[in-house]
């Protein structure tokens, strides 16, 4: 079983940065896929980027690419989103989650969310 601690949101004007980090623990949180999603108020969850365990791997939203950068620390057992030029329409709670799949359609774990708003 996976443990996930996120954390890392805050109050950022748009055009700006934040850098979302995910910690797991547990005896296969190496072995698993880990990602984020999000949720806009009055929207459904959706699927923001996720990365494979051994980083050959990793898949995007279309409307985060190029914007958004994950990156995971193996040794560290961490996950980072980098998040830059963000938009109001990237305000949401974030939560990372790990599974097996890279789309993270089954996640197997959940962190439990950090708050990302961003300011027109």
């Known amino acids: 079983q996976v443990q996930l601690k996120d954390a890392g949101g805050g109050l950022v004007q748009a055009g700006g940065s934040l850098t979302l980090s995910c910690t797991a623990s547990g005896r296969t949180a190496g072995s698993q896929v880990i990602g984020w999603f999000r949720q806009a108020p009055g929207k459904e969850r959706e699927f923001v980027a996720s990365?494979?365990?051994?980083?050959?791997?990793?898949s995007y939203v279309d409307s985060v690419k190029g914007r958004f950068t994950i990156s995971r620390d193996i040794g560290k057992n961490m996950v980072s989103l980098q998040m830059n030029s963000l938009k109001p329409e990237d305000t949401a709670v974030y939560s990372c989650a790990a599974g097996y799949s890279l789309e993270l359609g089954r996640p197997s774990a959940w962190g439990q969310g950090t708050q990302v708003t961003v300011s027109s």
């Open positions: 990365i494979n365990w051994d980083r050959t791997k990793s």
